[in-house]
């Protein structure tokens, strides 16, 4: 068993990157979104259900659209393209990629399918000081998560679910319990600087399905924004060439090619649909182990887009 855990570790993590305080490797981006020709625009909403007037989000005079929502719908196509290439990952991957969900008010979590295997590894004092060793969980908490892990209960799977995530495709790139992701998103563009010209407003009616009627004193109205553009800037660290981050990062950002960028509120009635325009997307590939001298690696950091290695979306 022991053995067992030490092959996984000594084969497996190193190349991962998860835990390290340096930065190796950056992938930044420009990538713009331009509206699909089916759709009208795109509402991201400070109201909530049951309101009379759902408001787009505005900062003074100017729309706002939350990094959060961008990366939100990111980490959607993510879990789907990792989720179906799942069963072709060496494990422990495959294993934690199925047991990645996100039960009703818990967030992120790996315990939606057998992990059996993988906690029966784990289950073995020296296996846990081991990942103590490499950095995965405290030194002095040792005990307790072996403790915790051999109690055949829901405690000890949550004690580790800062390891689990660490393990993670998903998790590694868009966050998980315990783990910042490696992608960030920088700042989101929009197309226009006085936006506030381009709202336009629907009036909707909210339906009573167990009669098929409109229901009564349900009336309300939705601002949209006519946005032609949305620009999104990106940056992802430590996500080495080759790796399997690597590869869940462009596939995601391929997949939008095709599949729109579902964002906001009222996506059924036709808001939200961007597609990713690749003429107009940037990315840009930096390994700064390369760099021969500080001012060269603070150039870099500084001008990526003048140092680094294109990157072409497939």
Request: aromatic letters at 6%; one cysteine or more.
């Amino acid at each position: 068993m022991v053995q067992e855990l030490r092959r996984i570790l000594g084969e497996y993590l190193p190349g991962v990157a998860m835990v390290k305080g340096s930065i190796d490797t950056l992938v930044v981006g420009r990538v713009v979104f331009t509206r699909d020709e089916c759709s009208r625009g795109v509402l991201i909403a400070s109201g909530g259900k049951g309101e009379v007037l759902v408001e787009a989000i505005r900062v003074g005079n100017r729309i706002h659209v939350p990094t959060s929502s961008i990366k939100g719908v990111f980490r959607r196509v993510g879990e789907a393209i990792a989720k179906s290439a799942a069963p072709s990952l060496p494990e422990p991957e495959k294993s934690i990629l199925l047991a990645h969900c996100e039960p009703d008010d818990e967030g992120v979590a790996h315990v939606c399918y057998d992990i059996t295997h993988l906690l029966n590894v784990l289950k073995n004092r020296e296996s846990v000081r081991l990942l103590a060793e490499r950095g995965y969980v405290p030194g002095d908490a040792v005990d307790e998560i072996f403790s915790q892990l051999v109690s055949e209960d829901r405690r000890g799977v949550k004690r580790v679910e800062p390891l689990l995530a660490q393990l993670c495709p998903v998790c590694r790139v868009f966050g998980g319990p315990g783990l910042a992701g490696k992608l960030r998103i920088l700042r989101v563009m929009l197309s226009s600087n006085d936006l506030s010209k381009a709202i336009d407003r629907l009036a909707h009616t909210s339906i009573d399905r167990s009669r098929r009627v409109a229901l009564e004193g349900a009336l309300f109205v939705e601002e949209y924004v006519d946005l032609k553009r949305i620009v999104v800037e990106l940056v992802a660290r430590n996500v080495a060439q080759g790796s399997i981050d690597y590869r869940l990062l462009m596939s995601m950002l391929s997949t939008l090619k095709e599949v729109p960028l579902l964002l906001g509120h009222s996506k059924s009635r036709g808001l939200g649909w961007y597609r990713l325009d690749t003429a107009e997307t940037k990315l840009v590939y930096l390994d700064l182990t390369k760099m021969q001298s500080l001012h060269q690696f603070l150039n870099a950091i500084l001008n990526p887009f003048s140092y680094g290695e294109e990157v072409k979306i497939c």
